[in-house]
């Protein structure tokens, strides 16, 4: 049973996030990827609308490591496609694309990244909004505690 309490746990905390962004905007899909430093991936731990298999693996790149995530800024895909294209980012931002990410959230404690929040279209289709990302902000920050004691927890009964 100890490895269902701790996929339950991390459910939990995953679940809340989850609820509380659905109540906020509504999203038709929502991802968390947790970060691997030693491969220097990030791994897909919970999905909901993406069509994503669980444990896939998103290549990170240093420019928008050292620019967005690092820095702990929402990144809109959209965006860094039309102001940061270029060989090296293309096949990271094209991979989101892929699967439908439109916004990634850092998620990090003491400059140490945990993660990402990977958010999909809003159900209304609106544009994310300043507030949002404002929001989106503050919920990353939470999540990054609520995902790190989970990966603690997991780590510390092995």
């Given amino acids: 049973s100890g490895g ?13 996030i989850d609820r509380s962004l659905e109540n906020a905007l509504h999203l038709k899909s929502f991802g968390i990827l947790s970060y ?4 220097g991936v990030f791994i897909a731990r919970h999905n ?9 693996e998103f290549n990170e790149n240093t ?19 039309r102001h940061f294209r270029n060989k090296a980012t293309a096949p990271a931002i094209d991979q989101y694309k892929k699967y439908g990410v439109e916004v990634l959230v850092p998620m990090t404690i003491k400059r140490r990244t945990v993660g990402l929040l990977a958010l999909g279209a809003k159900e209304s289709g609106d544009m994310y909004t ?6 989106l902000e503050i919920v ?3 999540a990054a505690i609520a995902i790190e004691n989970a990966l603690l927890y997991e780590e510390a009964k092995k």
């Fill in 36 to 39: 691997d430093d030693e491969k």
């Fill in 130 to 135: 300043d507030e949002d990302l404002q929001v």
């Fill in 63 to 81: 420019l928008l490591h050292n620019k967005f995530i690092k820095q702990n800024k929402p990144i809109i895909v959209d965006e860094i496609d």
């Fill in 4 to 16: 269902l309490r701790s996929a339950v746990e991390v459910e939990l905390g995953v679940g809340d």
């Fill in 48 to 56: 909901r609308g993406f069509s994503i298999g669980s444990k896939t």
């Fill in 140 to 142: 990353g920050a939470q």
